[in-house]
């Protein structure tokens, strides 16, 4: 192989390694590591309760850091536990409160009796 077409496989080869590794990084994000996990079994689980509009209240219960979908723009919460975490719920296009739910608080919207609309949750 001639010294400039070996240098030219080279940088090739340089360059796709670069592109690689800098396009994994930037793909890379932090995954959701929430899971869901029997109520009543723990009171440090997050648990929500919500419904879906003209439906009765249901409960889900979560552990580990990250966000918890619903799948789904017609639910309403009526109430959140924290358990031994800090929360937000995303709603009205913005993850809220700002600073989120403190730890061992239950959290409820008495001047919204059928609850505020939901359409994720997320432990801190």
């Known amino acids: 192989m001639k010294p400039i077409a070996a240098k030219r496989a080279v940088l090739a080869g340089l360059t796709t390694l670069m592109l ?3 396009l994994t990084a930037i793909a890379t994000t932090e995954a959701s590591a929430v899971n869901v996990v029997s109520c009543g079994v723990s009171d440090e ?4 309760t919500y419904h879906d509009t003209g439906q009765s209240n249901r ?3 979560l552990a580990n850091a990250g966000e918890f979908d619903l799948h789904g723009s017609y639910y309403w919460a009526t109430r959140i536990w924290t358990g031994n975490n800090r ?4 709603g009205d296009g913005r993850w ?3 600073g989120g739910i403190n ?5 409820q919207w ?3 009796p059928g609850g505020v609309r939901i359409e994720k949750i997320r432990i801190l």
């Open 20 to 22: 690689t590794t800098s």
């Open 45 to 48: 689980y997050t648990q929500l």
């Open 59 to 61: 409960d889900v219960c």
């Open 87 to 90: 929360v937000q719920w995303f």
């Open 96 to 98: 809220q409160p700002e």
């Open 103 to 107: 730890k061992w608080t239950v959290f």
């Open 110 to 112: 008495p001047h919204h």
